[in-house]
């Protein structure tokens, strides 16, 4: 009998005792009662999560040995002893194993499409650390599955890596595809190469122009396009590829959110989106197909931009699995292919990047959505564009004072806020701005960003540690697929400041990595408060959702190396085992 029984039976029974029952049987249910029932004052969760190390990221209760939890949300966090009393006939209990439960692991800023995309098409992640002659027999390898005249596409080179880091050209890829168009993306998703016939059949010759926001790159001696093309001028060859189907696109879906899940996410922020595709997202949690929470941000401007504003936020669909409430923009490039905007020239090439957007076309955007509720993020990498965004979001906020604002507190967003001016750094914390920031980047970027940027300009790089000690919430992701969207690569980055091998160069500035602490709220609670939820996710406390990342180590205390070596055990959802590492 469980405690839960027994209040039934005493209940039913209370009012007929007289006539039903002995005084001596009533006693007896009575001080049943009062040994169990007093003892616990609580009805059985329906789930016990314990045997493990459990971080909450709640400073006032950081460490506990069990979480229990009933419909999805925890009602208890505390000591094994005392979770005893919410084990009932019909708990579950999620044996940890030994190992280590963090809060359930927030990417702020993940392509979800794209991880799909890497997963089903030619994934040239793997030609990092490696060099060009790796990469062009993966390229020829793809060619070889193909037809003649069939478009070979793919994405996750990055040069900056390989022993001469220099950009494949057209010439390079003619070598192993001169029958098929080839267009491949750099990791970044800012730059991709193109070979003859993908420029060929794109129109694109030394006489076409560089479109706005974008670049086509040439030859320096002939002024022939080399292949390489930046940012909007992706478009130019993008829009020759056949168009992937709805099937596609459910598939990239279905295939990034099983990828998701096994590294131990329990969230992801999709910054950028469309709503057919949130469409295929509302159909998918509908059929019971995904667990992932998804908050999701519309791309702008345009269309989708316009359709959200309009129509207003969503907000916790399908149990707090599916949010939309913001709208993404892009003031400049990325720095690794040198469309970063830049104060001053590249150290290494003659140009300051450029702006995506003309800031006199996002402004509007960015006053009506603080107008409506409606979060802005924005896509800033250099130290221009990041005073640029930061000079719109001032001047909106001082246009649409918190009393005209449906959202007092807007909570507006810079994604990657990778290179600051010194004199900007205290800016963010001043206008209650979030840093959406991917570790990772600094660690992959750090190993060219002196020669990009110079020596100087690094201080204000990659800057967490200046922007926590200001007061600024650091919200923390990977930016996958340009990165891998590993949790563990992500936290270890965040804590070294070195890269995989625990190399730490020039320039690196090791006084800007943050305390274990800081990473874990980076990935848990601030990256919640970065989408407005921080009170319903991002720590294990009652009332919150029972959401937990299980990882093999102890990533908060094992030396720096090992936490790389920390296998996702298990992801809960939920309260639910949505992904289980069957290999331990």
């Known amino acids: 009998m469980n405690l839960h029984e027994l209040r039934r039976i005493i209940q039913e029974n209370l009012p007929l005792y007289n006539l039903t029952m002995s005084r001596s049987r009533l006693a007896s249910l009575f001080c049943l009662w009062f040994l169990f029932g007093c003892r616990s004052g609580v009805p059985p969760a329906e789930v016990v999560i314990r045997n493990g190390t459990i971080y909450t990221a709640n400073s006032q209760q950081p460490k506990v040995e069990a979480v229990a939890a009933t ?77 003649p005249g069939e478009w070979v596409t793919g994405r996750g080179w990055i040069e900056s890596e390989w022993p001469n880091p220099q950009f494949p050209t057209r010439w390079d890829l003619d070598k192993v595809a001169p029958d098929n168009p080839v267009f491949l993306t750099r990791a970044d998703g800012h730059g991709s190469v193109a070979n003859s016939l993908a420029l060929k059949v794109a129109g694109v010759d030394r006489n076409t122009k560089n479109p706005e926001g974008g670049e086509i790159m040439r030859d320096p001696k002939t002024h022939e396009p080399n292949g390489m093309v930046l940012d909007k001028a992706n478009a130019l060859i993008e829009d020759k590829i056949p168009p992937e189907t709805e099937e596609d696109r459910v598939r990239n879906l279905e295939a990034g959110i099983a990828k998701t899940l096994e590294q131990g996410w329990t969230t992801v922020q999709v910054p950028g989106g469309s709503f057919a595709e949130i469409e295929h997202l509302r159909k998918m949690y509908e059929s019971g197909q995904t667990k992932l929470r998804i908050y999701y941000a519309v791309s702008g401007p345009g269309k989708e931009a316009r359709k959200l504003l309009d129509q207003g936020a969503m907000i916790g669909l399908y149990g707090d699995r599916l949010t939309v409430r913001s709208i993404k923009l892009y003031m400049d490039g990325a720095l690794g292919s040198k469309g970063a905007a830049l104060l001053e020239t590249y150290s290494d090439y003659n140009t300051k990047g450029f702006f995506v957007n003309k800031p006199e076309d996002l402004y509007p955007i960015v006053e009506e959505a603080l107008k409506k509720g409606v979060q802005i993020m924005t896509h800033a990498i250099g130290d221009r564009a990041n005073r640029e965004i930061l000079n719109i979001y001032e001047k909106a906020f001082a246009a649409v004072p918190a009393d005209q604002r449906k959202v007092k507190e807007p909570r507006f967003r810079i994604e990657h806020a990778q290179v600051f001016d010194p004199d900007d750094l205290p800016r963010p914390a001043k206008l209650g701005v979030i840093c959406s920031m991917q570790p990772s980047h600094a660690i992959t970027d750090l190993h060219f960003a002196p020669s990009r940027l110079g020596m100087a300009r690094l201080g204000g790089a990659y800057a967490w540690r200046t922007f926590i000690d200001s007061g600024v919430k650091v919200a923390g992701g990977s930016d996958a697929p340009v990165e891998r969207g590993d949790p563990r690569i992500e936290f270890y980055d965040a804590v070294a400041r070195k890269d995989l091998k625990g190399f730490s160069g020039e320039g690196w500035h090791p006084e800007l990595k943050v305390t274990r602490d800081e990473a874990l709220k980076m990935f848990t609670i601030w990256g919640a408060y970065a989408s407005f939820e921080e009170n319903i996710k991002g720590s294990l406390e009652p009332g919150k959702l029972a959401d937990l990342t299980v990882f093999s180590k102890d990533i908060m205390t094992v030396p720096e190396m090992e936490i790389l070596k920390a296998d996702t055990v298990m992801t809960i959802v939920n309260g639910e085992v949505v992904y289980e590492n069957k290999t331990r």
């Open 71 to 147: 419909a999805g949300k925890i009602v208890f966090a505390g000591s094994a002893a005392d979770a005893a009393a919410y084990v009932g006939s019909n708990t579950r209990i999620i044996d940890l194993h030994g190992n280590t439960a963090v809060p359930g692991f927030t990417d702020s800023h993940y392509h979800l499409t794209g991880v799909g995309e890497r997963e089903r098409t030619l994934n040239l992640e793997s030609t990092k650390n490696t060099n060009l002659e790796d990469f062009l027999e993966k390229v020829k390898a793809a060619v070889a599955m193909k037809k």
